[in-house]
């Protein structure tokens, strides 16, 4: 059996495995031209010329365009969660009069060769007269320009009575917290090629990812193109998480470049521009304090936090902020909530999501703010976390917020019975006994704890088209797109689970405007979910015409037959018909080439997978060094397609969530000249840091929403990683160095040791 | 523009190619020898995605040039498999989920081939030492290590203890 629940191999490795893959610097167009982009070297200033004379007389420079040649253009939209206080710090494609971060696009070389547009791009020179630089969100407001502050907007969420939770409060916790800007780096950097046909007027670009479908809308208002004279292909995708795919002025620059120099153009980043210009994520400073009671239960919550967005405001406008007020409540009751998210912009690269986004965040601070509430009353951090979850009668459990625009009700859990089986499955008493024997020796080892919850399935729709050809081998064509996750063998299982077959004999075509209308694309662990359930529709309608003319055939009782092993078949093998007669059957009824369903799922509201995170570190008192001795996951995802690919998904979330607990972080001068340029400098894990990862999946609290049972999978790795490690670390040093910031770098944990006292 | 005529053997065939000396010996191998399996991270010499064999020894493809290969003998990751049989290694990564995107892959690939090549046996500790020289973002690395552990058990080159 291949379908949903088995660990097969995955449908998309051979050709990757053979260096077959087709991703954006393997895609070459006849006669293209390349393009290379001039970025700004200095934060924030006024261009008062652009020289690029010099430049454009290198042998083999096409055309060279800045500022003033994309004028008429307007500057790139919000794809999700726009608001009107957002718009005046949309991003234009190439730099209009001033320049707000180090590599923001102020023009662009084509030339026939990518290094001779290399050398090109160092000739133009911008005279750029320097403007007052910000670096601090949570600081003084300044001017965005003659009429905009730097901070937009306030995005508030509340329920409850918040001032009478503080008034009836035994004790009061408060804390400043902050997480440094990282964010995804995919190991492919971006890239796109397009190329203009004047004879029919159409434009097709490749190396599109995550979105196709909207972007496809959004570069055809930009260049006033008719949607059907624009097709966007996906090909293989080196890694998403979150920043790739959406839409960035290079994506623009390449289309338009197409069309007016009449050439296919091709762009591919290098990583030092990647690490510059592609969108950041987290950097966030949050002041959260927590009324409670004598017995460690939380009255209600204040969090007022400052989102440093960047220097604009790109396709994910609110998203970040929005998410991080609305899920920070977690697992917990709460009964009061009150938060206010102060949206900056700065003169740095601009940010977007990045995987668990505003949930890596505000896991940190909610867990560390449930750390010190047990210190306070002096309780386990478990017993404090027990006393404050929310029940299981309870669930569906209404929030009373929203995110992502939808209102937030929590589907199903069981919280503490997934802590209990977690408790058990890592022996825990026997593990923080053993820690304790072995800080009494010396060491400075220690363990921490994380909740989390989680959301997927974002909606609003998915569309399917699934066709079965008269061999009995099913296409499934599909407006997700594949971000290297393993989307295909998913949705091949689960369209073979329904189907009869093996998900071998499904082909899954996704991220091709061309094949299918519309199509949401992937992101917000939405695919499984929605895709999913979108799969089930149509195959049961291909089901039902199955099965009847099966019950024709055979004369049975539709209700007698099932499809398996592929043929329609009574309960123990026989009779049964096998699945291509039975096609050829229904074929010949329909004079059709193939039969083909259709099927929309329409959903409202999320599904919300929930998990812990726990943290063994040793700290080296010497050096400030933390080692990750093992990192633990449990998480209900409610039902799994593929139990090794939803391991996959944890192992990789939680380097990442690693990577931003202990190394990764964008670092800034107070000139805005950004400091982490190179993969050196901007240091991420490898498996030299790596701790075993040791997961526990359950299936305790399957979805109501959609028809499969399942959650998505894709970011609870990441989200409780920093939380958890903080909380290690915290108790590796005895809680004499409380952990208020991520990334925890051994020069900072130094320091802080340093001050307490530390040897 | 200055070029040179070169012959390049990769994978035991012989290209001959008109190649600026500046290039890089990964753009050389993509763009004049048509093999784009050996895909660039970063340029810089820290990724490894562009790892590739060199005479025996694995080499960054981003901090060499073309022009430098000459006489060498280059192995990519197209010339792993044979014919429609996958190498071992590449079988094992296969079986055990060691690639999610793919893009760090044929640099993995490489890499642990010559490891695997070596005449040492290969312990834990020596695994992730070598495999630390390479990024990956999408498999938290676990089943990378699990996958080359399994081609080097089938190899017989595993050992539970430090190499002799």
Not at chain 1, 70 to 95: D, K
Not at chain 1, 516 to 522: E, K, L, P, Y
Not at chain 2, 13 to 19: L, P, S, Y
Request: with cysteine; charged share 20%; hydrophobic share 45%.
């Amino acid at each position: 059996m291949d379908g949903i629940g088995a660990s097969v191999r995955r449908i998309e490795d051979p050709p990757l495995l053979r260096g077959e893959g087709r991703f954006a610097a393997d895609i070459d167009l006849p006669g293209q031209l390349h393009m290379r982009v001039v970025r700004a070297g200095m934060a924030h200033g006024r261009i008062l010329s652009i020289d690029t004379a010099a430049a454009a007389a290198i042998p083999g420079v096409v055309a060279i365009w800045t500022g003033a040649d994309v004028a008429s253009l307007p500057p790139i939209g919000f794809r999700m969660m726009g608001l009107t206080a957002l718009e005046p710090y949309r991003q234009p494609i190439l730099a209009q009069r001033v320049v707000r971060y180090v590599g923001e696009p102020l023009a662009v070389v084509f030339a026939e060769d990518p290094y001779v547009a290399e050398d090109a791009e160092e000739l133009v020179y911008a005279d750029i007269e320097a403007l007052p630089v910000i670096i601090r969100a949570a600081g003084p407001i300044g001017d965005f320009d003659a009429a905009h502050g730097t901070e937009p907007t306030i995005i508030r969420k509340a329920y409850g009575d918040i001032a009478a939770a503080f008034a009836a409060a035994e004790h009061v916790v408060e804390l400043e917290l902050a997480v440094g800007r990282h964010t995804g780096v995919p190991l492919e950097t971006r890239g796109a090629s397009a190329a203009y046909d004047a004879a029919t007027g159409r434009l097709a670009m490749h190396g599109a990812a995550k979105v196709p479908h909207t972007n496809r809308i959004a570069i055809a208002r930009m260049l006033d193109l008719s949607l059907d004279q624009l097709h966007l292909h996906e090909g293989h995708v080196g890694g998403g998480f979150g920043i790739r795919g959406e839409l960035y002025p290079e994506d623009v620059l390449v289309c338009l470049a197409a069309m007016r120099l009449g050439r296919p153009v091709k762009w591919i980043e290098d990583r030092r521009e990647h690490l510059m210009a592609a969108n950041h994520s987290r950097d966030q400073l949050h002041r959260i304090r927590a009324a409670i009671d004598a017995r460690g239960f939380v009255l209600g919550v204040e969090d007022e936090f400052w989102v440093d967005q960047g220097a604009y405001v790109r396709t994910h406008a609110s998203t970040v902020p929005d998410l991080a007020a609305g899920m920070l409540p977690g697992p917990y009751l709460f009964p009061a909530y009150a938060a206010a998210a102060h949206v900056r912009l700065t003169n740095k690269t601009p940010a977007g999501t990045y995987r668990a986004p505003g949930r890596f965040e505000g896991t940190f601070v909610r867990e560390r703010l449930i750390d010190a509430i047990a210190e306070r009353v002096g309780l386990d951090p478990i017993a404090v976390r027990r006393i404050n979850l929310i029940p299981p009668e309870s669930m569906p459990f209404d929030r009373g917020l929203d995110a992502l625009g939808t209102p937030l009700v929590y589907d199903s859990g069981d919280y503490a019975l997934l802590l209990d089986k977690f408790l058990r499955h890592l022996d825990y008493e026997m593990l923080q006994a053993s820690l304790a024997t072995r800080r009494a020796a010396g060491e400075h080892v220690g363990l921490g704890l994380a909740f989390f919850v989680e959301k997927s399935g974002l909606g609003p729709f998915d569309d399917v088209r699934l066709e079965l050809d008269a061999g009995g081998r099913a296409v499934l064509v599909t407006g997700a797109a594949s971000v290297g996750q393993g989307v295909e063998t998913s949705l091949a299982q689960i369209t073979g689970e329904m189907l009869g077959i093996s998900y071998l004999d499904v082909t899954v075509v996704h991220g091709q405007t061309d094949r299918i209308a519309r199509g949401m694309g992937a992101f917000a662990t939405r695919v499984t979910v929605m895709t999913g359930t979108a799969i089930v529709l149509a195959a049961e309608k291909l089901r039902a015409r199955l099965l009847a003319k099966a019950a024709e055939l055979l004369q049975q009782p539709v209700s007698a037959l099932v499809l398996r092993d592929g043929a329609a078949q009574a309960e123990g093998g026989s009779p049964s018909i096998a699945l291509p007669a039975l096609i050829a059957a229904c074929l010949a009824e329909e004079d059709a080439p193939r039969m083909v369903a259709e099927a929309t799922f329409e959903s409202g509201h999320m599904t919300y997978p929930y998990g812990i995170h726990l943290a063994i570190a040793r700290v080296d008192a010497e050096t400030g060094g933390v080692v990750l001795e093992r990192l633990a996951v449990a998480y209900d995802i409610g039902r799994t397609v593929n139990p090794m690919l939803v391991e996959g998904q944890i192992h990789g979330g939680a380097a990442q969530g690693i990577g931003g607990a202990l190394m990764e972080e964008f670092l800034y001068d107070e000139d805005g000249q950004p400091l982490c340029t190179n993969l050196a400098d901007y240091v991420m894990p490898t498996s030299g840091e790596m701790p075993p990862i040791d997961i526990l999946l359950t299936e305790d609290a399957p979805s109501g929403i959609g028809r499969l049972g399942v959650k998505g999978a894709g970011e609870g790795g990441t989200t409780a990683a920093g939380a958890a490690i903080a909380a290690a670390v915290d108790a590796a040093l005895g809680g004499r160095v409380p952990i208020t910031q991520l990334p925890i770098t051994p020069s900072r944990l130094h320091a802080a040791m340093k001050q307490a006292g530390f040897e | 523009m200055n070029t040179r005529h070169i012959t390049l053997n990769v994978n035991g065939t012989d290209h001959a190619i008109e190649v600026e000396p500046r290039r890089t010996l990964a753009d050389t191998l993509r763009d004049q020898c048509g093999l784009t399996g050996t895909h660039l991270g970063c340029e810089h010499g820290v990724c490894g995605a562009c790892t590739i064999i060199v005479d025996d020894a694995p080499v960054r493809a981003c901090l060499m040039f073309g022009v430098q290969a000459e006489g060498r003998l280059i192995r990519t990751v197209e010339g792993l498999a044979d014919g429609q049989t996958l190498s071992p290694l590449q079988q094992s990564f296969w079986d055990n989920h060691g690639l999610q995107c793919g893009f760090c892959t044929p640099g993995f690939l490489m890499l642990a081939t010559w490891l695997l090549e070596r005449e040492t046996m290969i312990d834990e500790a020596e695994l992730r030492h070598v495999l630390s020289s390479n990024l990956c973002r999408c498999t938290g690395y676990q089943n990378i290590l699990k996958a080359v552990r399994e081609a080097a058990k089938g190899l017989g080159k595993w050992t539970e203890s430090a190499p002799a």
